[in-house]
C-alpha cells in the first residue's frame, strides 16, 4: 500500500482520492482506511518508510558501487526520487505541526549520517574534496528540486550533475 501511494502521490499529489490509491495496491478503500485512518497517518507512513528506504540504501550503494562517488552520486538519485514524492507533504500536515515537525527531526536524523559517510568515503578515496556539509548538500539538491512541477523546461537532474562535477577532485571530472 505504501509503494502505491507513493506512487500515486508523485503523479498526481498528496491530496489524491484515496480510491485511487487502493486500485493501485489492488485492495479495497476499506483496507486504507482501517490502516490509515486519516490521509495525514498515509502521508505518514510514506514519508517514513521512503525515508528508511533512502537510509537503508547507502550503505548498500557504497558496498556495491564502483567508487565511492559512484555511491554518493547513486543515493543523490534515490534522494531526489525521494524529495518529488514528499512534494506536498507540508500542505498535508498543516494542521499537525507537531507531526510535521518530528518527521523533519526523524528525516535528518536518518539522512544526514548517511549522506554523511558517502561523503566522507568519497573524500577518502580521492573523488572528491574535502569541506562539503552533508547537511549543506542535502539542502542544496532539495532547493534545486524546487520549481520541478511549474516548468516542464526546467531539469534538476541536470543542475545536480553539474554540482556533483563541481565536488569532484580535477581529473576525475569524467560524466
Known sequence: MLKAAA?????AGVDAPIRQIAARAGVGMATIYRHFPTRAD???AVY????EACAQAGPSLLADADSPFDALRQWIDLFVDFLVTKHGLADALQSDSDRFAALHAYFLDRLLPVCAQLLDAAVESGDIRSGTQPYELMRGIGNLCVG???????DPRRLIALLLRGLQVRGLQAS
Open 148 to 154: 520541478r512541477d511549474n516548468d516542464p523546461r526546467y
Open 7 to 11: 506512487e500515486v502521490f508523485v503523479t
Open 48 to 51: 517514513r518508510h521512503q525515508i
Open 42 to 44: 498515509l502521508v505518514t
